[in-house]
């Protein structure tokens, strides 16, 4: 949930990214991690330690291919660096499970896609209208770029094909708005999952509190 208020706090920040270039990649991560979160949650215990584990394992392999870097280039000017990164890696794995224990799992943490993850905890819809479409920017498919990076030549000659283009998208506050639902639908699921009750105004509550504020200083400050 950190990290969900993390990268919406960083999205409203950032207004010049409040547009189809950029948003799309912090949604992207956003709904990324709600269905996993969501499908943790309901074995709380075994799956979170399948995902810290699967983190670990991909740690030690990335520590493991800089040792092979190292051991093939020996001359390399950069190796002093490499050598103390392999150092901070290894204390790091270490300080969570001594690294003869962690395995390296080279498929998906969860031996599940998101598609199944999404169904199993019951959010499939965010992973059809939200997850596959802000998959097409984070992964640069031809749906994202042929709209965001592309216009028709102007030559009927050439049969109007299209060719690259750069071009400003504009700033359209909605994606702003479905980082705050995003981070929303955390908070539910936390409340949920510990029965937790919240005194303080939900994300949602506070985004048509503040649009709909009519200019009330107190308020405002508040």
């Known amino acids: 949930m950190s990290r969900q208020v993390t990268m919406s706090i960083q999205m409203a920040r ?45 740690e030690k392999l990335l520590m493991e291919h800089f040792k092979k870097e190292l051991e093939d280039n020996p001359e390399n000017p950069n190796n002093e660096q490499l050598i103390q990164l392999v150092d901070y890696k290894s204390a790091w794995i270490n300080s969570q499970r001594r690294d003869f224990f962690v395995e390296v799992n080279l498929g998906n943490w969860a031996q599940l896609d998101y598609r199944r993850m999404s169904q199993e905890a019951d959010c ?9 479409p802000f998959s097409h920017a984070a992964h640069n498919m031809w749906p994202h770029v042929s709209i965001y990076n592309c216009k028709d030549c102007n030559s009927p ?15 359209d506050i909605d ?22 009750v919240v005194q303080a105004p939900m994300p949602m509550d506070w985004w048509y509190n503040y649009f709909d504020d009519d200019g009330d200083t107190e308020d405002d400050e508040a």
């Open 14 to 58: 950032s207004p010049n990214i409040w547009n189809g270039h950029s948003a799309p990649l912090f949604l992207r991560a956003m709904t990324d991690l709600h269905i996993a979160l969501s499908w943790i949650m309901l074995d709380l215990e075994e799956r979170s330690k399948k995902y810290i584990l699967h983190g670990l394992g991909e």
């Open 124 to 132: 499939e819809g965010l992973y059809k209208f939200a997850y596959k």
């Open 157 to 171: 000659l050439h049969k109007h094909h299209l060719i690259p283009d750069l071009f400003e998208a504009p700033i």
């Open 175 to 196: 994606f702003l708005f479905r980082s705050c639902k995003y981070v929303h639908m955390a908070y539910e699921l936390f409340m949920e999952k510990f029965s937790l």
